[in-house]
């Protein structure tokens, strides 16, 4: 079973910067890619970024320019999510996600239990 563990989250004031780390349990998974997720109070969990395993990156619309996902190249299966310029709406439980696709077309997801960001105005 693999695990994926959150960390760096915190409380910050607007206009701070955290950075998220995700580290996956397993290294000897290939996964397809790795990504962000966050849920606010009330609100459906919402995509934030990925990073495919060439390194290609995708990013919600409203974290373009403020946050960055990158891989640790010395460790597999570790990503981080770099978030500047943080907003009291960025406030949120953030989940690492990780997505394998076998060779023979299985889909797996994993999640992390999450991380609080806490952005005071």
């Known amino acids: 079973q693999v695990q994926l563990v959150e960390s760096g989250g915190g409380l910050v004031q607007a206009g701070a910067s955290l950075r998220l780390s995700c580290a996956a349990s397993?290294?000897?998974?290939?996964?397809?890619?790795m990504g962000w997720y966050r849920q606010a109070p009330g609100k459906q969990r919402e995509f934030v970024a990925t990073i495919s395993s060439t390194g290609r990156t995708d990013y919600a619309d409203s974290m373009k320019g403020r946050f960055t996902i990158s891989r640790d190249n010395a460790k597999k299966n570790t990503v981080y999510l770099q978030m500047n310029s943080l907003k009291p709406e960025d406030t949120a439980v953030y989940y690492c996600?990780?997505?394998?696709?076998?060779?023979?077309?299985?889909?797996?997801?994993?999640w992390g239990q999450g991380t609080q960001v806490t952005v005071s105005a």
């Open positions: 397993e290294v000897s998974f290939n996964f397809n890619a």
């Open positions: 996600n990780a997505g394998l696709v076998t060779p023979f077309g299985q889909n797996y997801d994993y």
